[in-house]
T-cell receptor, first 115, second 115 residues
């Protein structure tokens, strides 16, 4: 079974500041991990994914995430926040085999960027 | 860009009425998910199909919800009879063979309001 916990339902940062969104996972099988972003009134868009090739993963819009097996974490970071980054962010986990491929989401973190 | 198309985008209906939501997955994608998003519960997985066969619908209330894939280009989610607690945004997502590796593409959702 897999699950995801996102620490902090709301995160507020100033424009230009570091963004850190936390995600911890639980998985009984080797996981694939994803971050999705949802802008208001839109569907979810894939930001980046960990698929066991490299532990530091770079995604779109300057975001990156690091897979740390020892900490069961996959935190999302961006060095400098932009106003356009304000959105809801979801961490998700799935198993690596096709039989465990269903995507399970965390509760989401709303990122607010202040001018 | 290839897109997952969901119709209708918005639906307002009276309690007790039947509601049908449709999803056209990306051509060639063989995996389809239905999710429900609410403020209280976040993103809940309702059903999951691969090659048109249901793999997991344990998240779906069986007495009133049904999900089908009549063909590879259409997935449907029906609610009969609808209740106010069904008000939510319903998302469809699709992915290719091996989508656990590549991630899934989400549609823009159907916003359902049951009054």
């Amino acid at each position: 079974a897999q699950s995801v916990t996102q620490l902090g339902s709301h995160v507020s940062v100033s424009e230009g500041a570091l963004v850190l969104l936390r995600c911890n996972y639980s998985s009984s099988v080797p996981p694939y991990l994803f971050w999705y972003v949802q802008y208001p009134n839109q569907g979810l868009q894939l930001l980046l994914k960990y698929t066991s090739a490299a532990t530091l993963v770079k995604g779109i819009n300057g975001f990156e995430a690091e897979f740390k097996k020892s900490e069961t974490s996959f935190h999302l970071t961006k060095p400098s926040a932009h106003m356009s980054d304000a959105a809801e962010y979801f961490c998700a986990v799935s198993g690596q085999s096709s039989n465990t491929g269903k995507l399970i989401f965390g509760q989401g973190t709303t990122l607010q960027v202040k001018p | 860009d290839a897109r997952v198309t969901q119709t209708p985008r918005h639906k307002v209906t009276e309690m007790g009425q039947e509601v049908t939501m449709r999803c056209q997955p990306i051509l060639g994608h063989n995996t389809v998910f239905w999710y429900r998003q609410t403020m209280m519960q976040g993103l809940e997985l309702l059903a999951y199909f691969r090659n048109r066969a249901p793999l997991d619908d344990s998240g779906m209330p069986k007495d009133r919800f049904s999900a089908e894939m009549p063909d590879a280009t259409l997935a449907t989610l029906k609610i009969q009879p609808s209740e106010p607690r069904d008000s939510a945004v319903y998302f469809c997502a699709s992915g290719p063979q091996g989508a656990t590796l590549y991630g899934y593409t989400f549609g823009s959702g159907t916003r359902l309001t049951v009054v």
